[in-house]
């Protein structure tokens, strides 16, 4: 119907300017997508023609490429309107990375400049023509390579993939030029310059990472121990890389900059720094273990998990159980789409979900292990205290999620309310509080320019005013970026700011509220404790109402009349089905739709994939999943109801249904 509704608004309308743009798919491939623009006179409207239709986000970004391109050309936008056609073979799932690939195709059109016909790029645009780092980089390069392109553009940051550098790689490997642009001023430099030719490219130097000494108060310091500890295993782990190859210098680098993170006072950011590091080189190191072994520390790794100790919670500890009871919960989250993936998923994928898993749990049981240390101090945590507050945690998150969706705040959602089911108010609460946070800062900061989100960071004096150890230290994580922005200019560095800003902040009040609610000083709240939310693995409701012999008659009537209608509907689509001669879904099938669910959040934690498609495509499968299963319980019912035909009397499709059935 969209396509019906474009073609009669522009049927006149007919690129001139055409780029293969590489993407990543549904299944985490590169691919190669058909993008053209057309620019006629008029009024500024843009016209976005994709096939197939996967996200609003597209369309977005082709408003900002319309604004980026017509700015840079100096031609105003609201004399023009804008046609662009977006064609794959395959469900995308990165829409904004082909925002610069559409600003040069616009600018293009506007100035009458050819652009060569043997050059890509990927990255998004922001309305100031910045260039912000997307994922699949090395997935769309090689998909470029494959398809004769000669030159890509990248984002600025973005040339070392997993311990590569494209730059020297891409030319050796592929015959591919790969260069880093920081605005669609650097990509038009590049963008038309004759076909064939090899790029000069001026060589670019980053400065050495460079940040102010910071001091946070002393209920870090067991935080700081762990960090140092983390370091010094994380150099061990480099130690055995091969010298020789390239992953071993990178992650060098990496190593030496945590330690000077340390010795800054950044001990979150020193932490992170050397724990990303770490899973590089243990991935490397067992990257050609067997599946056998692979199976074995998996099985090793979820017994860990389901063996995962904290001592009381207090007053005292209470952030350092919830950290390490968090990061326990984020490990079995990974170990379950790992095991349930395993036959599945790329070999790479797999090993990482293990090394992940396996690092999150030992993250979990050194914060259990400073927890114990100051166990004694503090009034006891009674956590059934805290089911009302999580509840009301949760409902409040999902409110905002929903308006504005944020992928690793959908994450974040879902373990909450994994939490909340197995009895662990305190860590659904704050696990909640992650996700209200970074949907608060998407809404807020989204569509802030580098400039706006500048002036928006708070200093370092902001630090004084938080009291929680968590607060301080993803607060001092904020300035971190903001030094990596001023050191790259790369504007997702001020986003990350004031991502982590706003977590600081909602953290700090989170963990006095949870000690207000448990002495009774606070009440509990009441908005949002009827259900935690579509998505919990079992509906639950705490709301605290008088209990009744018998369950409210409105309740059996609406139970009712849904439970007819869901049969009305059953019975309607069998019919249809059955007249239609459609294939039903099978076991196999639900399973596959499963595990392409399971491979969605691997991608949304290599990066392949951006967090608004990543919310529609998790949305998609997960209806299109409900429905498959509703349908096969149906059929099956309805199977074991009938008289069954007799096995030597079937014909040879009757057979293979039988077969089917046993199975």
Do not use: C
């Amino acid at each position: 119907m969209l396509l019906v509704v474009l073609a009669l608004a522009f049927p006149t309308a007919t690129a001139l300017t055409s780029m293969r743009a590489p993407a990543v798919d549904a299944a985490g491939n590169g691919v190669i997508t058909n993008l053209s623009a057309d620019v006629k006179p008029g009024t500024g409207k843009v016209f976005v023609d994709v096939y197939p239709f996967f996200t609003v986000e597209t369309q977005q970004s082709s408003r900002t490429a319309a604004s980026s391109a017509s700015d840079l050309a100096k031609i105003p936008r609201n004399t023009r309107d804008f046609f662009y056609e977006i064609h794959a073979n395959a469900e995308l799932v990165d829409g904004p990375s082909g925002g610069l690939a559409l600003s040069l195709l616009t600018y293009s059109e506007l100035t009458g400049s050819k652009i060569r016909h043997d050059l890509t790029a990927t990255g998004t645009i922001s309305a100031d023509g910045s260039v912000g780092k997307i994922g699949g980089v090395m997935e769309k390069a090689k998909a470029a390579a494959d398809n004769g392109i000669r030159v890509f553009l990248i984002p600025v940051g973005q040339a070392t993939q997993d311990g590569v550098d494209l730059t020297t790689y891409g030319s050796a490997k592929w015959g591919l030029q790969v260069i880093e642009v920081r605005n669609l001023a650097d990509a038009v430099q590049f963008a038309f310059t004759p076909e064939g030719s090899v790029l000069e490219v001026p060589t670019r130097v980053i400065p050495d990472l460079s940040v102010k000494k910071v001091s946070t108060a002393a209920n870090t310091e067991p935080f700081r121990l762990i960090t140092e500890k983390v370091v010094s295993e994380t150099e061990a782990a480099i130690s055995r890389l091969d010298h020789a190859g390239p992953l071993y210098k990178v992650s060098k680098s990496e190593a030496n900059a945590s330690r000077y993170l340390l010795g800054q006072g950044y001990y979150y950011s020193a932490a992170n720094t050397a724990f990303l590091t770490k899973i590089a080189a243990e991935t490397a190191l067992i990257a050609n273990a067997s599946d056998l072994e692979l199976k074995s520390r998996l099985e090793a790794a979820l017994k860990r998990a389901a063996e995962f100790q904290t001592p009381a919670t207090t007053t005292a500890n209470l952030e350092w159980v919830v950290g390490a009871q968090l990061r326990r919960y984020w490990a079995i989250d990974k170990l379950n789409e790992t095991r349930d993936g395993f036959a599945a998923a790329p070999r790479l994928s797999t090993v990482q979900g293990i090394v992940i898993s396996e690092n999150w749990l030992e993250a979990g049981e050194q914060l259990a292990t400073a927890a114990k240390r100051i166990s004694a101090n503090g009034a006891p945590i009674d956590d059934s205290k805290l089911r009302g507050y999580a509840s009301s945690a949760i409902s409040d998150a999902a409110k905002l999620v929903e308006a504005a969706p944020d992928g690793e705040a959908a994450l974040r959602l879902k373990t909450a309310r994994e939490e909340f089911s197995a009895g662990q108010f305190a860590v659904a609460a704050t696990d909640a509080t992650f996700a209200h946070a970074f949907a608060r800062a998407a809404i807020d900061n989204g569509e802030k320019t580098p400039a706006e989100a500048a002036k928006a960071v708070a200093g370092p004096e902001k630090l004084k005013s938080l009291d929680g150890a968590w607060s301080q230290l993803y607060y001092t994580h904020s300035l971190y970026s903001v030094a990596e922005w001023n050191r790259s200019g790369d504007a997702g560095d001020l986003l990350n700011s004031l991502k982590l800003q706003q977590l600081a902040k909602e953290l700090d009040s989170g963990f006095k509220q949870i000690v207000l609610v448990n002495s009774g000083a606070a009440p509990t709240p009441s908005s949002g404790q009827g259900q935690v939310g579509p998505g919990s693995p079992m509906a639950l409701t705490v709301t605290a109402t008088q209990s009744t012999p018998f369950p409210d008659p409105r309740l059996i009537v609406l139970v009712g009349l849904v439970l007819v209608l869901l049969s009305i509907i059953a019975i309607a689509y069998g019919l249809r089905t059955r007249a239609a001669g459609i294939r039903r879904p099978s076991r196999l099938a639900l399973r596959e739709m499963r595990e392409k669910l399971d491979r969605l959040d691997g991608m949304l934690v290599d990066g392949k994939v951006s967090e608004a498609n990543y919310d529609r495509l998790r949305a998609k499968y997960g209806k299109l999943l409900h429905e498959m299963s509703a349908q096969i319980e149906a059929e099956e019912s309805a199977t074991e109801s009938r008289p069954q035909p007799r096995p030597k009397k079937a014909a040879k499709l009757g057979k293979a249904a039988l077969r089917r059935q046993r199975k």
